[in-house]
Each structure stands twice: as structure tokens, then as C-alpha cells.
């Protein structure tokens, strides 16, 4: 993400949505799509900007209209906050080859929040010891907010690291919240996603970070549901703990049809069993057999609270 003033956004790129850290713009300056006045009260956002042709073809196909439509219904203290969303007049735009073609461009402005979790960590660093009680802690904050979203029946298709951004409060409290929808659907009204044999709905998000009904297998039905995003998220936090050392890689090389399991390294961490087996929940191979984030998010308040007595609390 880059950092720009309100009154010098560069020009977009044709069909490539891109994302702007937005600064306070010069003294009494005004424009028609960044007006200052939308600009917190920190002086920054985040601006995404897309620009795609006007064709019949491409009629409501605007990922970031798409994705301002869902934030939009969303309100919880662990999702990126909505400043504004529209659409810009049409307007010429000058291609590769020099011809003018008619363009529409639209815009999302959604509040800064700080580094995604894994540059958090690393900028704080972070000793094994504490990370226990951190990922606690922000377990039951995205626990929570993954509960909130399927209330809603929105599945988000592309929890990840990168996609979870965290500031700190006064007070010195991490927050931690789920960005980036450009992935997400309403499940709730469009139905979970499915695909066969390369037919259906387009499966989406970061393969690294995928759950495995979600990969494509012959003959086989591909979906996407709330609990992809439970498995997402369990993989996301045990990808931190095996950065730390906590665990082994194993759990990253299993066959088709196994639950992961991880393997403790470090096993004199207070509560690091019971968040290891927390996580193993969410990494069930069938996602019925995993945990609901409901369930997930009590059981990670019950470890925050085990892990700060013990004296794992202290950042």
C-alpha cells in the first residue's frame, strides 16, 4: 500500500484495483471524489480505486462497488469501518495504444487501521512467551467478529495474515480487525458458492491459506462456506506459531482426508497446549467437524483469561 496526499492520487491502471494510504491533503483543497472533510479524525485512510470499461459485459462486475456494498451492512469492532463508496462520472481514459475509451471508475474509503499481524509482531518483537497470550487475545477478537459475519451470512473467501491489520489503543491494547472483502459474497442471499469440474461459482482467496473443500478435486464439488473461513484463520495462527518456533511444520504436509495436527516445540509456555488444541478444532478436514466461531471465540476468552493469570499477559 502506498502513501499519498488526498489532492495527488496518481491516475488508476485499467481493470486493476489499487490501494492508496490517503494523508491529509493541502490546506483548503477540494475534490469532487477525496473531499477532505470525509478524512477521520487521525487524518488518514485507505482508498481503493478502480477503473473498468464501460462495456455491456462488464455491467456489475466492479469488485470494489462489490465489496463497499458488504462493509457497508457491517458494524463490529473487529471489521475495517466504511468511511464512503461511489462511483465517479464516466469519463474518457487514454489506453496502451493511445485510444480514448469510456471508463467508469469507482471508490472505497475505509479507515486506517495500522500493519497486518504479521508485521505487527515482528515490528514488536514478540517473544514466544508472549505471543500465547497475544494470539489469544486476538483470536477471540477475530473469533468474535467471524461469529458477527456469518449472523450476517457473509463469507469472506481470503482470511490471512495480510488481511488482518492491528493498532493499538491509547491505552496500549492491540486491536485486531478483518480487512479486505474484495473476496467476499452473501452467502445468506446468494447461497454458499459451489463449483464442479471447473463449473459454478468462482472459488477464491490465497491457496496457501485455503481450506481444502475449497481446492478443486475432480468429480468432486468445491464450496465455500463460514467454516473455509474458520479453517483459514486456524491456519493463519498456526503459521505464526511455526514462524516462532512453537510448533513444527509438519502440519503443512498432510494427505487428503486428515485432520492437521500440531506438534508442540516449546511445551513450557503456559496455555500453549490449550491453544494448539483450540486451533486443531478449527483444522478439521471436514467442515462440519470443526468448531463454530461462536464456540471458538469462548473457549479463546476462557484461554485469554487462563494465560494472564499464569503470567503470559504482559506485552
Same mark, same amino acid.
Given at each position: 500500500?502506498?502513501?499519498?496526499?488526498?489532492?495527488?492520487?496518481?491516475?488508476?491502471?485499467?481493470?486493476?484495483?489499487?490501494?492508496?494510504?490517503?494523508?491529509?491533503?493541502?490546506?483548503?483543497?477540494?475534490?469532487?471524489?477525496?473531499?477532505?472533510?470525509?478524512?477521520?479524525?487521525?487524518?488518514?485512510?485507505?482508498?481503493?480505486?478502480?477503473?473498468?470499461?464501460?462495456?455491456?459485459?462488464?455491467?456489475?462486475?466492479?469488485?470494489?462497488?462489490?465489496?463497499?456494498?458488504?462493509?457497508?451492512?457491517?458494524?463490529?469492532?473487529?471489521?475495517?469501518?466504511?468511511?464512503?463508496?461511489?462511483?465517479?462520472?464516466?469519463?474518457?481514459?487514454?489506453?496502451?495504444?493511445?485510444?480514448?475509451?469510456?471508463?467508469?471508475?469507482?471508490?472505497?474509503?475505509?479507515?486506517?487501521?495500522?500493519?497486518?499481524?504479521?508485521?505487527?509482531?515482528?515490528?514488536?518483537?514478540?517473544?514466544?512467551?508472549?505471543?500465547?497470550?497475544?494470539?489469544?487475545?486476538?483470536?477471540?477478537?477475530?473469533?468474535?467478529?467471524?461469529?458477527?459475519?456469518?449472523?450476517?451470512?457473509?463469507?469472506?473467501? +481470503?482470511?490471512?495474515? !495480510?488481511?488482518?491489520? &492491528?493498532?493499538?489503543?491509547?491505552? #496500549?491494547? =492491540? @486491536?485486531?480487525?478483518? $480487512?479486505? %472483502?474484495?473476496?467476499?459474497? +452473501?452467502?445468506?442471499? !446468494?447461497?454458499?458458492? &459451489?463449483?464442479?469440474?471447473?463449473? #459454478?461459482? =468462482? @472459488?477464491?482467496?490465497? $491457496?496457501? %491459506?485455503?481450506?481444502?473443500?475449497?481446492?478443486?478435486?475432480?468429480?468432486?464439488?468445491?464450496?465455500?462456506?463460514?467454516?473455509?473461513?474458520?479453517?483459514?484463520?486456524?491456519?493463519?495462527?498456526?503459521?505464526?506459531?511455526?514462524?516462532?518456533?512453537?510448533?513444527?511444520?509438519?502440519?503443512?504436509?498432510?494427505?487428503?482426508?486428515?485432520?492437521?495436527?500440531?506438534?508442540?516445540?516449546?511445551?513450557?509456555?503456559?496455555?500453549?497446549?490449550?491453544?494448539?488444541?483450540?486451533?486443531?478444532?478449527?483444522?478439521?478436514?471436514?467442515?462440519?467437524?470443526?468448531?463454530?466461531?461462536?464456540?471458538?471465540?469462548?473457549?479463546?476468552?476462557?484461554?485469554?483469561?487462563?494465560?494472564?493469570?499464569?503470567?503470559?499477559?504482559?506485552?
Amino acid at each position: 500500500m502506498t502513501e499519498t496526499k488526498a489532492d495527488n492520487i496518481p491516475d488508476p491502471e485499467l481493470d486493476r484495483a489499487q490501494v492508496w494510504l490517503v494523508m491529509s491533503p493541502a490546506k483548503d483543497h477540494q475534490n469532487d471524489q477525496l473531499v477532505c472533510s470525509d478524512l477521520p479524525d487521525e487524518g488518514r485512510m485507505v482508498v481503493k480505486i478502480e477503473v473498468i470499461p464501460l462495456i455491456p459485459e462488464n455491467k456489475g462486475k466492479s469488485a470494489t462497488s462489490g465489496e463497499s456494498a458488504i462493509l457497508k451492512r457491517l458494524q463490529h469492532d473487529h471489521i475495517v469501518r466504511c468511511i464512503d463508496s461511489g462511483e465517479c462520472e464516466n469519463s474518457d481514459y487514454q489506453d496502451d495504444s493511445g485510444y480514448l475509451i469510456k471508463v467508469q471508475q469507482y471508490f472505497l474509503k475505509m479507515e486506517y487501521v495500522g500493519d497486518n499481524l504479521r508485521t505487527w509482531l515482528n515490528n514488536k518483537g514478540t517473544s514466544p512467551g508472549k505471543l500465547v497470550s497475544i494470539l489469544a487475545d486476538f483470536s477471540c477478537q477475530c473469533f468474535g467478529a467471524l461469529a458477527y459475519l456469518q449472523e450476517c451470512g457473509i463469507v469472506h473467501c +481470503d482470511i490471512k495474515p !495480510e488481511n488482518l491489520l &492491528v493498532a493499538e489503543s491509547p491505552d #496500549g491494547k =492491540a @486491536i485486531i480487525k478483518i $480487512a479486505d %472483502f474484495g473476496f467476499a459474497y +452473501d452467502a445468506g442471499k !446468494e447461497g454458499f458458492k &459451489v463449483c464442479k469440474n471447473g463449473e #459454478g461459482a =468462482a @472459488i477464491s482467496g490465497s $491457496a496457501q %491459506f485455503a481450506a481444502p473443500e475449497t481446492k478443486p478435486k475432480h468429480g468432486k464439488e468445491q464450496t465455500q462456506t463460514h467454516k473455509s473461513d474458520i479453517y483459514s484463520f486456524g491456519l493463519t495462527i498456526a503459521s505464526i506459531l511455526c514462524n516462532y518456533a512453537v510448533i513444527d511444520a509438519g502440519y503443512m504436509r498432510i494427505p487428503d482426508g486428515t485432520d492437521r495436527e500440531l506438534t508442540l516445540k516449546k511445551k513450557d509456555i503456559p496455555m500453549v497446549q490449550e491453544l494448539v488444541l483450540l486451533i486443531e478444532k478449527t483444522l478439521s478436514w471436514e467442515p462440519e467437524s470443526r468448531v463454530t466461531a461462536s464456540e471458538a471465540a469462548e473457549e479463546a476468552k476462557e484461554l485469554l483469561v487462563a494465560a494472564e493469570a499464569a503470567g503470559a499477559g504482559g506485552r
